[in-house]
């Protein structure tokens, strides 16, 4: 598991298709603060970054300005990193309607 880590950092292998999170430390200059009072049902987080879609529609040229899109992932527990293949991405609308 993760844990309950109070900075990540995210991963992101183009070849793969791959994002990747892990928890890390606070001297990490590549590392993100979570911010707890953001978390929604205990386990989800939500990340707004205009910098973060702009690297993955290099990966991900149909992904489209102004949409919000969901990716659905698993945790390797061994590793203590999230996995989420960017093939399985879908647009907030779609996923909504399968919840």
Same mark, same amino acid.
């Given at each position: 598991?993760?844990?309950? *880590?109070?900075?990540?950092?995210?991963?992101?292998? *183009?070849?793969?298709?791959?994002?990747?999170?892990? $928890?890390?430390? *606070?001297?990490?200059?590549?590392?993100?603060?979570?911010?707890? %009072?953001?978390?929604? /049902? $205990?386990?989800? +987080?939500?990340?707004? &970054?205009? =910098?973060?879609?702009?690297?993955? %529609?290099?990966?991900?040229? /149909?992904? %489209? @300005? @102004?949409? &919000? +899109?969901?990716? +659905?992932?698993?945790?390797? =527990?061994? &590793?203590?990193?999230?996995?989420?293949?960017?093939?399985?991405?879908? %647009?907030?609308? /779609?996923?909504?309607?399968?919840?």
């Amino acid at each position: 598991m993760l844990g309950d *880590p109070d900075f990540i950092q995210l991963l992101v292998n *183009p070849n793969s298709g791959l994002l990747a999170i892990k $928890g890390t430390i *606070p001297e990490d200059h590549l590392g993100l603060k979570v911010h707890k %009072q953001l978390l929604t /049902d $205990g386990n989800c +987080y939500e990340i707004h &970054s205009k =910098e973060l879609m702009k690297t993955l %529609q290099k990966v991900r040229s /149909d992904w %489209q @300005n @102004n949409h &919000s +899109y969901r990716i +659905y992932g698993k945790c390797n =527990e061994k &590793s203590g990193i999230a996995l989420f293949a960017m093939k399985d991405i879908v %647009q907030m609308e /779609d996923a909504l309607a399968h919840d």
